[in-house]
């Protein structure tokens, strides 16, 4: 159980272009889905927490406009990265944690990462 | 935000060899997982640790948890190669707290 998906896996895009990645917790309900971002051997970057509903809390210094995060339901947070150039090509992963209350409330279970790659 | 310091940031060794990976903060927290990485894909839950003093086994892995449950331990016994990857602890307080991480290679 506590399984997370992300799309695409991996995905190569031209400079001035949109990215739109998805997160789903496939076998649980998450309230917090969380975005990092990751450089090679580095630990995780957080860069928003996102709670079904509501707008996400984004970490200082990650641009809000440029990251759009949409969490739509409890299975499903999307990041999308606006007119991404190549300094924004990186790993990004997603996690999510389950309701309140619920025994998966304190843990993170995290997506297998999507790897950008801006031309 | 980063309260857990993790010590050592990156190591090599032989396989056969033991190994221990530390977690330490000033902070308490509620339960601390750990996890492990390969690279290309997301990071996997090891363990979680709930109660000070605590001691899980996991095959070849020992974890502790700390009798104040400010710090943890991750101890490796007989590396393998496949041990190789990035390890993570995450301590839960009143959000997720993420280590530095430790980058182990383990060459055959």
């Known amino acids: 159980g506590a399984v997370v998906s992300q799309h695409p896996s991996w995905v190569i895009c031209k400079s001035g272009t949109s990215v739109k990645i998805e997160c789903r917790s496939l076998?649980?309900?998450?309230?917090?889905m969380f975005w990092y971002r990751q450089f090679p051997k580095q630990s995780l970057m957080l860069m928003a927490t996102?709670?079904?509903?509501?707008?996400?809390?984004?970490e200082q210094g990650v641009e809000k406009d440029k990251f759009l995060i949409n969490h739509a339901s409890l299975t499903l947070s999307t990041l999308t990265v606006t007119s991404a150039h190549p300094e924004d090509s990186s790993f990004y992963i997603c996690?999510?944690?389950?309701?309140?209350?619920?025994?998966?409330?304190?843990?993170?279970?995290f997506g297998p990462g999507t790897r950008l790659t801006v031309l | 935000t980063q309260l857990l310091e993790q010590s050592p940031q990156f190591l090599s060794i032989q396989e056969g060899e033991n190994l221990t990976v530390y977690c330490n903060s000033s902070?308490?927290?509620?339960?601390l997982q750990w996890y492990r990485q390969e690279p290309g894909e997301g990071p996997v839950l090891l363990v979680t640790?709930?109660?000070?003093?605590e001691v899980k086994k996991l095959k070849r892995l020992t974890f502790q948890f700390g009798d104040a449950r400010k710090d943890s331990s991750l101890h490796i016994t007989a590396a393998q190669p496949g041990d190789t990857g990035l390890y993570l602890c995450?301590?839960?307080?009143?959000?997720?707290?993420f280590g530095t991480g430790t980058s182990l290679t383990v060459i055959p």
């Open positions: 996690s999510a944690s389950g309701l309140a209350g619920g025994p998966l409330v304190d843990t993170q279970y």
């Open positions: 640790v709930v109660t000070g003093g």
């Open positions: 995450v301590g839960t307080g009143n959000q997720f707290y």
């Open positions: 902070s308490v927290f509620s339960s």
């Open positions: 996102s709670n079904e509903g509501s707008k996400a809390t984004y």
């Open positions: 076998d649980f309900q998450a309230t917090t």
